[in-house]
C-alpha cells in the first residue's frame, strides 16, 4: 500500500509541475523555449517552528525568499510550490547557470545569521530543459548542494 501511495504522490507532483510549466510556456517561448529549475526546500522548518515558534519560522521563510528574490533576474520567477517547497523558474538559462545561481544562493543563505536559529537546512535540486535535448540534472559535477547551514 505505500508504493501506492508513494506512486500517487509522485503523479501529482508531475501534474502539479507540468501546470507551472506550461502556465510558464508564453514567456519561455521568447528564449528559444531553453529554461532551467532550480528547487529548494528548508528541510527542519518543522523543528524551527517546533523550537522557536511559528513567528521564527515564518521570519526564516521571508528571509530565504528575501535572499533569493534578490538573486533572481526580472525575468525569472519564483514560485511556492509547497509551503517549504519552492522552484525558481530561470528562463533562458542553461544548466551551468542554473548551478551556478543556487551556489550563489546557498552561499548568501550560509553567510545569513538567522539569530536565534542555530541552524538551517535547505536542499537544492537543479534540472535544465533545452528543447533539442529534454532535460539534464547537471549536480554531479563534483558536489551537491545539500547542505546544513550553521
Not at 528541510?43 to 528574490?69: C, T
Amino acid at each position: 500500500m505505500l508504493v501506492a501511495a508513494e506512486m500517487q504522490a509522485e503523479s501529482d507532483t508531475r501534474e502539479r509541475f507540468a501546470e507551472i510549466i506550461m502556465k510558464a510556456a508564453p514567456k519561455i517561448q521568447g528564449f528559444g523555449g531553453q529554461y532551467s529549475l532550480v528547487v529548494y526546500s528548508i528541510d527542519n522548518i518543522e523543528f524551527i517552528k517546533e523550537s522557536f515558534g511559528q513567528e521564527d519560522a515564518s521570519r526564516v521563510l521571508g528571509e530565504i525568499n528575501g535572499i533569493v528574490r534578490r538573486r533572481i533576474r526580472e525575468i525569472d520567477a519564483l514560485i511556492n510550490w509547497d509551503c517549504t517547497d519552492f522552484i525558481i523558474l530561470a528562463q533562458g538559462a542553461d544548466a551551468a547557470s542554473a548551478r551556478a545561481l543556487a551556489e550563489r544562493i546557498r552561499k548568501e543563505v550560509e553567510a545569513h545569521s538567522f539569530e536565534p536559529i542555530i541552524k538551517v537546512n535547505l536542499s537544492f535540486c537543479v534540472a535544465s530543459f533545452r528543447p533539442e535535448g529534454g532535460f539534464s540534472a547537471p549536480l554531479s559535477n563534483g558536489g551537491n548542494l545539500n547542505r546544513a547551514f550553521a
